[in-house]
């Protein structure tokens, strides 16, 4: 038998037909989640217990593929109280043929990848993540603006003082007109009046934006490179946080995790770190390390 992961572990003894809707419910959040594909079978995952409760096939049989590679081969008989769960090495010649002609249509449609959308509760983070880069953008725009015409208000007398130290520097001549008289002063101000909120909106909002509308989802396992040893010193001053997971470089602003080795000595053995965030402003929604716990 394979070597099962917690995602795809199968119950060691005769199995009942609440074992199958249990698997069949849980596996199917997981294809949502992206830790399991399916890759199809007698009825479409939405439909599955709909069409069983139409009795209409002697079986109906549905494979799944997971994470840690291996494949899965449920199967309801509706003659039969056991269900099967059961590890296989390939899938079916029929299925995988199937499969290729699918990839073959999804990839000329340019289709992003099953599992890898935004959920839901994915979405709604986002756009209220959205809302508030909008404020935020249109706070900066008034303050750039109040700063450009407290700028060009200001006395004379109180530019010369705030550039006295480069005067002296650049021998540049006193301010003699005042700040709105100022033709080359007026432009840089507009420039950045403009720039700053458009800048601050490509920045951050636009991105999310842009998730909110194609909802690709970044998902990836990506291995710790190596452990390391903080000194004690260092580690006083992390509140004993002593040891660091460095990860493989990545598409996420995750480098590396601190930890207590004494706390948390399972770290020790990590192996790796899944990794989900979103395509364009890759906000993250989900960071586990992983541990080889077989
Ligand atoms: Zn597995």
């Known amino acids: ?28 959040r997981y294809v949502k989640e992206g830790l399991f594909e ?15 409760s139409r009795e209409e096939m002697f079986a109906y049989y549905h494979y799944f593929k997971c994470d840690c590679g291996n494949y899965i081969r449920t199967g309801v008989c509706i003659r039969s109280s056991v269900p099967i769960l059961e590890y296989i090495n ?70 010369n003082i705030i550039i006295i130290p480069r005067k002296r520097l650049h021998n540049l001549p006193e301010i003699v007109e005042p700040m709105y008289e100022n033709v080359s002063m007026i432009i840089i101000l507009i420039i950045i009046v403009t720039l700053t909120p458009i800048l601050t909106y490509y920045g951050f909002s636009y991105l999310i934006k842009k998730d909110l509308k194609y909802k690709d989802k970044i998902r990836g396992i990506y291995k710790i490179e190596r452990i390391e040893n903080l000194s004690k010193m260092v580690a006083k001053k992390l509140d004993g946080l002593d040891t660091v997971l460095h990860f493989e470089k ?16 399972e770290l020790l053995k990590a192996k790796s770190i899944l990794i989900e965030c979103s395509k364009y402003s890759r906000t993250i929604f989900k960071e586990k390390i992983i541990i080889d716990d077989k």
Request: net charge neutral.
């Open 90 to 159: 390939e899938l079916p010649a029929e299925i995988d043929k199937d499969l290729q002609n699918l990839e073959k249509v999804s990839s000329s449609l340019n289709q992003p990848e099953i599992g890898h959308k935004l959920l839901d509760t994915e979405i709604k983070i986002l756009k209220e993540k959205y809302n508030e880069s909008i404020q935020n953008v249109k706070k900066i725009s008034v303050i750039t603006i109040l700063i450009a015409v407290i700028a060009l208000l200001l006395p004379i007398e109180l530019w």
């Open 38 to 52: 399916f890759k199809g079978g007698d009825t479409s995952l939405a439909d599955l217990r709909e069409e069983i």
């Open 250 to 265: 990545n598409e996420s602003k995750i480098k590396k995790h601190l930890f207590n080795k004494s706390k948390n000595p």
């Open 1 to 28: 038998m394979k070597k099962s992961c917690k995602y795809c572990a199968i119950p060691n003894r005769e199995l009942t037909s609440k074992d199958y809707f249990d698997k069949i419910e849980l596996w199917s």
